[in-house]
Structure formats: C-alpha cells, structure tokens
C-alpha cells in the first residue's frame, strides 16, 4: 500500500486545518489507519487512530476535543480535521495503515506502512 499526506502548513495558533492521507494499493477498507507526528528533536509520537469502517476511533490525551479523525473507504482517505491549534502541535504528520489483529493500535510498531508526512506549523 502507498500512502500520500497531504494539507499541511502554517497556520496561527487557534485556526484549523485538515490534512489528508490518500491510499492506493492493498484493500483499504480492511485496515485501521493511524495519524503520528515528529517535532524536531523529539520521537514520532501517536496522534489518532480510526477503525476499518470508521465506527472506531481514538485521539491522543494531547489532541482530544480539538482534533477529529474520519475516513472515507470509497475515496480511500482518512482525514485529521486540527482545530483550536496550538504551538506545540507544530510536527511532520505521518499518516500510517495497520494490518495488526488488534485493529486501532496506538504502538508505532504495528503499524505496516507509512506515508511521506506532511508538515505542520502552528505560529504563536
């Protein structure tokens, strides 16, 4: 599977922005699919994560009530709606796609494949 981000950029602190992850390849609507980010200096971090038919989803503590994941299986997308931006979500996004049993995984090792990332920059 290929996964493209796209979406990111620079925006002030308090805005919204909605980045995107197109997937071509393997049946994509028999994966959970997850968002990661990387701030400069620090490890990728666990972002949000959506089930296979999109019923399920959790949010990082760090992002609940401002970000919001969906997909759509007939376009082959997941989306990340940011809002009420901060800073410190300034971060390369990755989005990434999981074949592991357990479906929503929150552990960057099970996760398959991953796309180029997208960045992110939230100005103060």
């Known amino acids: 599977v290929q996964l493209q981000a796209s979406g990111g950029g620079l925006v002030q602190a308090g805005g919204s922005l909605r980045i995107s992850c197109a997937a071509s390849?393997?049946?994509?609507?028999?994966?959970?699919m997850g968002w990661f980010r990387q701030a400069p200096g620090k490890e990728r971090e666990f972002v949000a994560a959506i089930s296979w038919s999109g019923s399920s989803a959790r949010l990082a503590d760090s992002v609940k009530g401002r970000f919001t994941i969906s997909r759509d299986n007939a376009k082959n997308t997941v989306d990340l709606q940011m809002d009420s931006l901060k800073p410190e979500d300034t971060a390369v996004y990755y989005c990434a796609v999981t074949s592991h049993p357990a479906g929503i995984t929150t552990t960057r090792e099970r996760y398959d494949a991953w796309g180029q990332g997208t960045l992110v920059t939230v100005s103060s």
């Open positions: 390849g393997r049946p994509f609507g028999s994966s959970a």
